[in-house]
């Protein structure tokens, strides 16, 4: 893992940072260097007395290939990727509908396209991810968002493909994206708060993300933020769900000017300084702002990353959300470091291939 993440490495610093002996580590590492999935990389001379060669070890990404689906509740987006979650291709297809079958055959027929980018390596996992309460990383215990409940869905999927098949909670699978090859990297602690469908909240802390049976419940939805907000169908007044959500956007302001419109279109009208659209969208962005407050103050994060399919809500309302921020901060603190993601469902697709990634080099 160390060399995947970090690589290329010498054996110096390989064996400093995995405590072992220089001899255990040739006996640990020979075997990968034999199979190809390890080689040596030239560095140079790393003995100026005598101009012996340093030869760091390094993975090789292309030696196996990885497909992330994320499913949405109309569509199963898809990528291919190396050991290294570096994207080679994406596609996508519509779920035409939610049976639980009739998606697994989609995601097979998915994967099937994929694969057919890199036909001659075999593909060595399968990440889906979804919104929803998801158990030992193969049963859906519910998805609004597909109206499931207690889906077998990775015993489904095993009857379509050979791969190992691995699912997660998207947001899990996010997080850990970004940790491992992502916005995340390099930070013993930071948080992602991302907003589109749904509000979702991921953490990571001493370099290890915080995980719970409840983490895929998408609590933070239901987090206070403005006092004169609208009600949630839970009765809260003012929580993430009711201001932050692309839907609840798109309707207050569609409401507001007598039309239907899209959720780039709200945000655009906005940024041209539309009277009625700016000051609800500002609204959102400040409400935001509270909610990167509040999370900043509980876990004290080297940085916040921002994401999902809404969050170009940050671009147009910037300036609300720092009201937002400052409002619930300390006049004295620090901004933490803000970071943003691609909005696009490619970046979930390939949370869904690292979490296949982590489970191919993890072992579980």
């Not at 292309?62 to 990727?81: M, P, Q």
Request: hydrophobic content about 45%; proline content about 5%; overall charge negative.
């Amino acid at each position: 893992m160390e060399i995947l993440l970090d690589g290329p490495l010498s054996r110096a610093e390989l064996s400093r940072r995995v405590g072992l002996s220089p001899g255990s580590l040739t006996r640990i590492t020979k075997p990968m260097l034999e199979s190809g999935l390890l080689v040596e990389v030239s560095a140079g001379p790393s003995d100026p007395r005598v101009g012996r060669p340093s030869q760091p070890l390094d993975v090789v990404a292309a030696a196996h290939h990885f497909v992330g689906i994320k499913l949405t509740g109309d569509h199963a987006v898809g990528v291919l990727t190396t050991l290294r979650a570096e994207v080679i291709a994406t596609a996508d297809l519509p779920l035409l509908e939610h049976s639980p079958q009739a998606v697994a055959a989609t995601v097979a027929e998915l994967t099937k396209t994929l694969a057919a980018y890199q036909p001659e390596t075999e593909l060595s996992g399968l990440g889906v991810s979804l919104g929803g309460h998801v158990v030992n990383k193969s049963q859906v215990r519910s998805s609004a968002f597909l109206d499931w409940y207690d889906v077998p869905l990775g015993d489904l999927l095993a009857a379509h493909t050979d791969v190992p098949v691995v699912v997660a909670n998207d947001l899990t699978a996010l997080t850990e994206a970004t940790h491992w090859f992502g916005a995340g990297r390099g930070a013993e602690r930071f948080c992602l708060i991302t907003i589109g469908a749904g509000i979702g909240f991921g953490l990571v802390v001493h370099d290890r993300i915080v995980d719970s049976p409840d983490a895929s419940l998408g609590l933070i939805g239901h987090q206070p933020l403005l006092a004169d907000g609208l009600r949630c169908e839970r009765g809260h007044v003012g929580c993430a769900s009711t201001i932050l959500t692309t839907d609840a956007i798109i309707s207050q302001v569609s409401e507001a000017l007598g039309r239907d419109l899209s959720y780039d279109e709200c945000l655009d009208l906005a940024a041209q300084g539309d009277p009625t659209a700016k000051p609800l969208i500002d609204r959102a962005g400040y409400a935001l702002g509270r909610l990167v407050a509040a999370a900043a103050n509980f876990t004290l994060p080297d940085r916040v990353v921002l994401g999902g399919e809404g969050v170009r809500l940050v671009e147009i309302a910037h300036d609300a959300l720092l009201d937002g921020l400052h409002f619930d901060r300390h006049p004295e603190a620090t901004d933490p470091p803000i970071v943003l993601l691609d909005a696009s469902f490619n970046e979930w697709a390939r949370g869904a291939a690292v979490i296949a990634i982590q489970t191919f080099v993890l072992g579980s």
